[in-house]
């Protein structure tokens, strides 16, 4: 019998978009606790807190073919009568998502540039433990795993695509006020009861809390 060479996957390094050949991805969850265990080294690294330009680039192996989401006009109006539809936020689906993600962009990029107040925001700019403990800010439980993958994913292809800087940023500031603004819009409530919501929710048995 002829024997065929088998040709293993190149192996995708904190990825989180779906690959064709089912390549095993590395979930928002575990990359949370990895971020953990690397702030540890950071912290002996001195930051400049008024800058968060100064972050090191993170490279990321395996993202080239990620693509920052478009709609046409004509779309908007079908996926936003798909979300009304919806009664839980764990039902939206991946499209919906990179939807939701790409809709709110602008109100990230205010976040991220200061004209927008996010507590998180102002904590992350003071280094050190205070930077470390928002690991214990991010309320995932109202979401599925395979949803904050997708979040993430569109997140990245937004403000990490060329650079690829910015990635403990985005998991600490920028993915959970992605997820409070989701939920708050989605439930049509303030941003305090949208965070206590998902505060609540982590509480509950099976909640995510890291």
Same mark, same amino acid.
């Given at each position: 019998?002829?024997?065929?060479?088998?040709?293993?996957?190149?192996?995708?390094?904190?990825?989180?978009?779906?690959?064709?050949?089912?390549?095993?991805?590395?979930?928002?969850?575990?990359?949370?606790?990895?971020?953990?265990?690397?702030?540890?080294?950071? &912290?002996?690294? #001195?930051?400049?807190?008024?800058?968060?330009?100064? %972050?090191?680039?993170? *490279?990321?192996? $395996? /993202?080239?073919?990620?693509?920052?989401?478009?709609?046409?006009?004509?779309?908007?109006?079908?996926?936003?009568?798909?979300?009304?539809?919806?009664?839980?936020?764990?039902?939206?689906?991946?499209?919906?998502?990179?939807?939701?993600?790409?809709?709110?962009?602008?109100?990230?990029?205010?976040?991220?540039?200061?004209?927008?107040?996010?507590?998180?925001? &102002?904590?992350? #700019?003071?280094?050190?433990?205070?930077?470390?403990? %928002?690991?214990?800010? *991010?309320?995932? $439980? /109202?979401?599925?795993?395979?949803?904050?993958?997708?979040?993430?994913?569109?997140?990245?292809?937004?403000?990490?695509?060329?650079?690829?800087?910015?990635?403990?940023?985005?998991?600490?500031?920028?993915?959970?006020?992605?997820?409070?603004?989701?939920?708050?819009?989605?439930?049509?409530?303030?941003?305090?009861?949208?965070?206590?919501?998902?505060?609540?929710?982590?509480? #509950?048995?099976?909640?995510?809390?890291?």
């Amino acid at each position: 019998m002829e024997k065929r060479n088998i040709v293993k996957p190149k192996k995708r390094v904190y990825s989180f978009k779906k690959s064709a050949k089912k390549t095993k991805r590395q979930s928002i969850l575990s990359f949370l606790t990895l971020s953990e265990q690397e702030a540890c080294y950071k &912290d002996q690294v #001195k930051v400049d807190s008024d800058d968060t330009d100064s %972050l090191d680039c993170v *490279v990321i192996d $395996g /993202l080239d073919d990620l693509e920052e989401p478009e709609f046409r006009d004509e779309e908007t109006s079908g996926i936003e009568s798909e979300i009304s539809c919806l009664r839980r936020v764990d039902e939206l689906s991946e499209q919906h998502l990179h939807y939701l993600v790409k809709k709110h962009k602008a109100y990230l990029q205010d976040i991220f540039s200061g004209k927008i107040f996010s507590e998180r925001h &102002d904590v992350y #700019k003071q280094g050190g433990k205070a930077r470390k403990d %928002l690991n214990h800010h *991010v309320h995932l $439980g /109202l979401f599925t795993e395979e949803q904050l993958d997708v979040v993430m994913e569109t997140l990245m292809s937004i403000f990490c695509k060329k650079h690829h800087k910015y990635l403990e940023y985005l998991l600490k500031v920028l993915l959970p006020e992605v997820l409070i603004k989701i939920y708050m819009t989605f439930h049509k409530m303030s941003h305090q009861e949208a965070e206590n919501d998902m505060l609540e929710a982590v509480r #509950k048995p099976g909640g995510i809390h890291l």
